[in-house]
């Protein structure tokens, strides 16, 4: 009896330190990458804590600026604020959780790169790949379409959370400007290739679009958030 004891106290043992160490091995993970031109509102993102870096890459003069914007506190973390002349790359390290934000990427018409990168261990990583993209998430809201050419047209959204995602049809030039009841421009994509680019709204408002395209067609799709769908934010994860 003695000895099955030990043997039952030995596998309970191996099992908690199975445990201890699947929680306790960390290692860097790049959670959240970002390219674009313009200003954007990314995607939102989630901060699981412990230590995280945002890379950065810009192209082109400043300003260049980025922002974590934390919803809990609608607080504005600086990770960058560049001012006119040639923006530098760089990297900003930071600690502690934020459970839901975007970052807000103010650069030039030439592009920018950038990268978020979480320590993790491997139970927060576990949680980071079961978390379907937020885009995925998605439902219709409006779509429009046009040539070549000066365009302008107005929507209102009831929700808070929506994707704009610009599709430019062929090589040319295609700039999409989204601005507020405010009067204040939230999103400011550039593109001059084939493929989309995207920004997020976080506001239910009236919105005006002004799109400018030279040699190619395009397309504006609108999907507003499924709130019943979004990832679910516990406590302590």
Known sequence: MGKRKAILLLAV????????AQTTVRRWVDTNEFKGAG????EPIRIWGAKWRVSYQPKGDGPFEIFIRDFSTNK???VTRQGSGKSIGGQVAGSGAIKDACLVIRGSDEGWHVVVSQDLD???????RQRPRPASLT????????????????????GSRSRVCAVQRSEGYLRVEVEDANGVTVSRTVSSKAGESES???????????????GTEWNLHVETLDEGMKPEVKDGK
């Open 13 to 20: 043992l191996s099992v908690c330190f199975c445990v201890h």
């Open 39 to 42: 200003t954007v509102q990314t």
């Open 76 to 78: 504005y973390h600086r």
């Open 122 to 128: 491997r139970v927060d990583e576990w949680d980071y």
């Open 139 to 158: 439902l219709p809201f409006g779509s429009w379409s046009g040539k070549a050419g000066d365009h302008e047209f107005s929507f209102e959204l009831p």
């Open 200 to 214: 997020w709204l976080y506001a239910p408002s009236m919105y005006k679009v002004r799109i400018s395209a030279v």
